[in-house]
């Protein structure tokens, strides 16, 4: 049966082919990649719970933290079960509709990720530097306002990669050689010319990843300054904590962020195919996983919460 349409260029399904030159370590690639997956679901699903549940964190930074958890499920969840099931059972076909579709919701959750990092970038320069106005500043419906507007960027200026992708003609075959529908993964199979992709994703990257780090450069200077001028060295150290935690999210984000973007685009035949493809599945799994961790460690308030619940259960069950 052929992969192609009769009426068009267009294919019926694509074969996502793994990680290229590993396929007989496929099995043991994935148990480190489930692992690290039931880490974030687990992690992140515990912290949106205990945010819910804790009044005392029912403030802007925990929220923003908790739209932070639900976006890193969403953006693993995207791709993580597809590539399982690549890595362990070899099911490889994914209908082209369906890989338009996973393409769409990576795009949107990884530009999502990005702008509530940015969010709470800015919310850390409010509660610094002004704190007397932070609880009139940064509202339920500011809060709220927000984190629409960060997902329907996302959403805006995705939509048109898949129409751009959709509409190439498929002439070369249906093999991609990757784990997941990545939008120039798809685009470098066609026999079209891509120019307008490879454009529009640069376009892209920097209205989202440039204009945050953009944002966030510029408010962690803005706070650097106000901390350097505080007078007291115990206010100092509780400023820099507050921001630690933060601080070492976006290094997890964008480090393999920009590993992947740059490969792409520029170092496509230097970099080994299965080190970028790990590098891009890392891109994904990384942030969701280590998030949890890092806020649950360098956190005071959310570490002395999961502390009290511990010792709680531990002595319930004596109890029983």
């Known amino acids: 049966m052929s992969f192609l349409n009769d009426t068009s260029l267009t294919p019926v399904s694509f074969i996502l082919n793994g990680i290229p030159g590993l396929e007989e370590v496929h099995l043991w690639i994935s148990f480190p990649l489930c692992t690290m997956y039931s880490i974030a679901i687990t992690g992140n699903f515990g912290l949106i719970y205990l945010i819910y549940s804790e009044e005392a964190l029912h403030r ?31 099911l490889k076909e994914i209908d082209f509709k369906a890989c338009l579709a996973q393409m769409f919701f990576v795009h949107t959750f990884t530009g999502m990720e990005s702008g509530v990092l940015m969010l709470m970038a800015l919310d850390n320069y409010v509660a610094i530097c002004y704190p007397l106005r932070y609880a009139t500043i940064l509202t339920n419906s500011v809060i709220s306002k927000a984190g629409l507007l960060t997902f329907l960027r996302g959403v805006t200026l995705v939509i048109p990669f898949t129409f751009l992708t959709k509409h190439l003609p498929y002439c070369r075959g249906n093999v991609i050689p990757h784990t997941y529908c990545d939008h120039m993964s798809v685009a470098k199979i066609s026999c079209g010319n891509v120019r307008i992709n490879a454009i529009y994703g ?80 890392l891109y994904l799994l990384m942030p969701p996983t280590m998030n949890p961790i890092v806020y649950g460690v360098k956190t005071k308030q959310i570490r002395e919460i999961v502390i009290r619940f511990l010792f709680k259960e531990k002595n319930n069950s004596h109890n029983i």
């Not at 490969?263 to 970028?276: A, L, N, Q, S, V």
């Open 60 to 90: 802007p930074m925990y929220i923003f933290l908790a739209l932070l958890s639900f976006t890193d499920v969403l953006m693993c969840t995207s791709t993580l079960p597809n590539t399982l099931c690549i890595l362990w059972f070899n």
């Open 202 to 281: 640069l376009m892209v990257a920097l209205l989202i990843g440039g204009f945050d780090i953009l944002c966030i450069t510029i408010s962690y200077t803005m706070i650097l300054r106000a901390v350097v001028s505080l007078s007291s060295a115990d206010a100092r150290q509780k400023a820099f904590s507050t921001c630690t935690a933060h601080i070492c999210a976006i290094v997890i984000t964008y480090v393999p962020a920009f590993f992947t973007f740059f490969t792409h685009r520029f170092g496509g035949h230097t970099i080994p195919p299965h080190i970028h493809i790990i590098m891009a599945n």
